[in-house]
């Protein structure tokens, strides 16, 4: 879990956004391990060490049926070009396809050229038409208390 955490904060801090991280280790372990895990993640090494991570979940798609939902593919800056991240996605995709998806979605910010440019390389659909729809924690308790 360490690791794990490690590598999330290093893609928060790419994205300049190191200080929207609340997740911990704790949340993390029961989260991916408990008795409903809700996520599962593949990990690349070198040498015995985490280079890489792939975190990603299944949903479902009203139009499409099940679908798989990569939250996040972070290789760590010194491994980036090496592969690492190339071998994760493919991994994914296998998942997604042996457990009959009919959808892998993800997101990438409209300024992450070098992911474009990764996803682009798989002939990847990235979407201009869709807006991200979100409520944070505090949106939630004020939308609850509505009725």
């Known amino acids: 879990m360490p690791e794990l955490l490690a590598c999330i904060k290093e893609l928060a801090r790419y994205e300049k956004a190191e200080d929207q991280v609340e997740v911990n280790e704790a ?11 809700i ?9 015995l060490k985490i280079i890489g991570i792939a975190l990603y979940y ?11 939902f990569l939250e996040d593919l972070i290789v760590k800056e010194e491994y980036r070009r090496t592969g690492a991240g190339t071998h994760l996605f493919i991994e994914v995709c296998k998942i997604a396809h042996k457990q009959k998806c009919r959808r892998m979605d993800w997101q990438v910010l409209d300024w992450n050229t070098p992911a474009i440019e990764f996803y682009r390389k798989f002939e990847a659909k990235l979407d201009p038409e869709w807006l991200d729809g979100r409520l944070f924690k505090n949106d939630l308790e004020r ?5």
């Open 27 to 37: 949340e993390l372990l029961r989260d991916g391990f408990g008795p409903n895990p």
């Open 39 to 47: 996520y599962e993640f593949l990990v690349a090494e070198l040498d």
């Open 143 to 147: 939308i609850s208390g509505l009725i």
């Open 58 to 68: 299944y949903k479902y798609s009203t139009w499409k049926g099940k679908a798989l």
